[in-house]
């Protein structure tokens, strides 16, 4: 009996609690908040397009914009990059290696293409579902709920996510969300972007690292995948 409970945690990947310090109590965002936190008329989390994480991980940005761009804080950016855009509804599968608590209420998720490694990494998000901090689309209040419940339950054993909790058997899973770029961390002029993710120790495997200013969010949908063979 001890052996199949045993099997059962190391297949769902339940986090250990590495640098899980509790995370300061969140306010929303104000970069793109509008975006990050509903979805484009006429979206459908039911019907999104698959994508390969490989090609969200090395996903150019679009041209000519700019940090923090004064333009598309409250519009989604028109510009097609390999034939993708901003505000598509997409599905990705992924190792997911790092659940955390942001200082902005979101879930922040990291998923990469191999078990064994986080680098590179792909963001992955899911904003706070209360309505101080998604205003306006009841659909997405409604998906963050059920999407932040799922990931305590099966991944957190019930609690809050820490400032970086990592999987210590991280579980093959499928993401659903719309697909953002969060041009906060474009470089200013002469300087290079920001290069996002978390770090922290687990034995035998390296942090992750995001180079890609793309990211999904919001999550409209996570759940345990089949693994590749």
Same mark, same amino acid.
């Given at each position: 009996? *001890? ?9 769902? #990947? ?130 963050? #709920? ?12 019930? *609690? ?70």
């Amino acid at each position: 009996m *001890k052996r199949c409970v045993l099997a059962i945690l190391l297949t769902l #990947g339940l986090a250990a609690a590495v640098g899980t310090a509790e995370a300061k109590t969140p306010h929303p965002g104000q970069v793109r908040w509008p975006i990050k936190t509903s979805l484009g008329a006429g979206a459908d989390p039911s019907h999104p397009r698959s994508v390969t994480l490989a090609k969200l991980i090395d996903l150019p940005k679009p041209p000519g914009v700019s940090k923090d761009d004064a333009r598309f804080q409250d519009e989604r950016i028109p510009t097609a990059v390999q034939g993708l855009h901003d505000g598509d509804i997409v599905a990705v599968e992924g190792w997911l290696h790092i659940v955390a608590g942001e200082d902005d209420g979101d879930y922040h998720i990291q998923i990469s293409q191999s078990a064994e490694t986080g680098d590179p990494c792909f963001i992955v998000e899911v904003p706070k579902d209360d309505a101080e901090f998604v205003a306006s689309d009841e659909t997405v209040r409604s998906t963050a #709920g059920t999407v932040r419940g799922w990931v305590r339950t099966e991944l957190l054993k019930g *609690k809050e996510p820490g400032a970086a909790n990592a999987m210590q058997h991280p579980p093959f899973v499928r993401v659903v969300g719309q697909l953002f770029f969060d041009d906060a961390h474009v470089g200013k002029a002469g300087k290079p972007d920001d290069v996002r993710g978390k770090h922290p120790a687990r034995a035998g495997v390296h942090g992750g690292q995001a180079t890609s200013l793309w990211e999904i969010h919001p999550i409209t949908g996570l759940d345990f995948a089949a693994a590749p063979k």
